[in-house]
C-alpha cells in the first residue's frame, strides 16, 4: 500500500510552571527564594528519513502529542523538560497547513528536522523575581501554552527522471532494465498503480533516481483511468521520458504522444514545460517505419531529442540514460 498523503494533528507539550519555595535551614532563620523553574514542553518535530517510503504509517496513526515539563522545585530544581516526539517521514514529504498552499516545509534531505509544533516554555520560579527591594517574593510564571494544529503531509517523491506514457508503453519494463528497481510488468493497461523508485548506476559515483507511474490516458485530468494524481511524483525530475509503444498501431504514435502531452499540460505544475525525451518503445517488434518517421519528425518540430529503444534486448538503452545524464550533469555544472 502507497499512500501519498495524510492529514494528522500535533500537540507539543505545555511548559512546567516555575516554583515558590523559600529555603528553610536549621540555622538560617529567614532563608530567601528558591522556587526553581519550569521545564520547557517537548517539541514534535518532523525527520526525514530515507527508509520511510509512504506516509503509510499515518493512516493508522493521525495524532501525536510530546510530553509537558515538569514544574520547577524548591532548591532551585529546574522542572525537567518534556521529551521531544520525532515523527519520520519520507524524503520529499512537504508540509502544509490546515488551509492553504503555502508550504511550512519541504523535507528533502536525510534527517533534515521541522518543529511542526513547539514546546511551551518553562515558567520562572519566585528565585527569579527577587530583588534589593523584593527579598520574599511569591511570583512565578505558569508555563508556557503549547502549540497545538492540524497540519497536512504530501509526499512528492524526490527523482531525476519521469516515466511517462500511455499505459503498456513499457515504461516499467524500462525501470527494470536499467534500475535495481524490480516493477510489476504485464501485456495489460494499468499495470502499474503506485509509483515506483529505481536507483540507475550510471558510472561508479554517479547514480541517478527514476520514477515509474501509472499510465496515464485521455481524460486523466477529469479522473478517467488512474487520474493524474500520480503526476506529483514526477514535479521535481528534471528530465521526463516521453514513452510511445512503436509496435503499436492502433493509432498513430504522434496522436498517442498528443494524448499524454495533452493530459500534462492540463495537469500544470510546469511539467508541459520540462526538459523531455521521446522514447520510441519495443523496437525489437516488427515496427512500422512511416509510424516511426512520424515520430521523428514531430521530435524535431518540438526540438525535443528521439531515442528508440528495446527494453527487452537493451537496444538503444544506454544512449537513453546518456541524454539523461546529459541534463542532469548540465543542472549541476550550472
Ligand atoms: N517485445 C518487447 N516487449 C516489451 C518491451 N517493453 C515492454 N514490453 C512489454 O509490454 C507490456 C507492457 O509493459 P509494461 O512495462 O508493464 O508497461 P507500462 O508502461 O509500465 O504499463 P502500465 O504500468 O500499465 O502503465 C509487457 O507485456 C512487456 O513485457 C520491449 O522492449 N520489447
Ligand atoms: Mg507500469
Request: hydrophobic share 40%.
Amino acid at each position: 500500500m502507497f499512500l501519498d498523503s495524510a492529514r494528522i494533528f500535533v500537540r507539543a507539550g505545555h511548559g512546567g510552571a516555575g516554583s515558590v519555595s523559600f529555603r528553610r535551614e536549621k540555622y538560617v532563620p529567614r532563608g530567601g527564594p528558591d522556587g526553581g523553574d519550569g521545564g520547557r514542553g517537548g517539541n514534535v518535530i518532523l525527520v526525514a528519513r530515507p527508509q520511510v517510503r509512504t506516509l503509510i504509517a499515518f493512516r493508522y496513526k493521525k495524532s501525536f502529542e510530546a510530553t509537558k515539563g515538569h514544574n520547577g522545585q524548591g532548591s532551585l530544581k529546574t522542572g525537567a523538560s518534556g521529551r521531544d516526539l520525532i515523527i519520520p517521514v519520507p524524503l520529499g514529504t512537504v508540509v502544509l497547513p490546515e488551509e492553504g498552499d503555502v508550504p511550512l516545509a519541504d523535507l528533502v534531505e536525510a534527517r533534515q528536522r521541522f518543529i511542526v509544533a513547539k514546546g511551551g516554555r518553562g515558567g520562572r520560579g519566585n528565585a527569579r523575581f527577587k530583588s534589593a527591594t523584593h527579598q520574599a517574593p511569591r511570583e512565578f510564571e505558569p508555563g508556557g501554552e503549547a502549540e497545538a494544529r492540524f497540519i497536512r503531509l504530501e509526499l512528492k517523491l524526490l527523482a531525476d527522471v519521469g516515466l511517462v506514457g500511455l499505459p503498456n508503453a513499457g515504461k516499467s519494463t524500462l525501470l527494470s532494465a536499467v534500475s535495481n528497481a524490480h516493477p510489476k510488468i504485464a501485456p495489460y493497461p494499468f499495470t502499474t498503480l503506485r509509483p515506483v523508485l529505481g536507483v540507475v548506476e550510471w558510472s561508479h559515483h554517479r547514480s541517478f533516481v527514476v520514477a515509474d507511474i501509472p499510465g496515464l490516458i485521455e481524460g486523466a485530468h477529469e479522473g478517467v483511468g488512474l487520474g493524474d494524481q500520480f503526476l506529483k511524483h514526477v514535479e521535481r525530475t528534471r528530465v521526463l521520458f516521453h514513452l510511445v509503444d512503436l509496435s503499436d498501431e492502433a493509432a498513430s504514435p504522434t496522436a498517442r504522444v498528443q494524448t499524454v502531452e495533452r493530459e500534462l499540460e492540463a495537469y500544470g505544475a510546469g511539467l508541459s514545460e520540462k526538459p523531455v525525451v521521446l522514447v520510441g518503445t519495443k523496437c525489437d517488434l516488427t515496427v512500422a517505419r512511416e509510424a516511426e518517421d512520424e515520430l521523428r519528425a514531430y521530435a524535431q518540430d518540438r526540438g525535443v531529442s528521439y531515442c528508440r529503444i528495446s527494453a527487452a534486448t537493451h537496444d538503444g538503452l544506454k544512449a537513453l540514460l546518456g541524454k539523461a545524464w546529459d541534463f542532469l550533469a548540465e543542472e549541476e555544472d550550472s
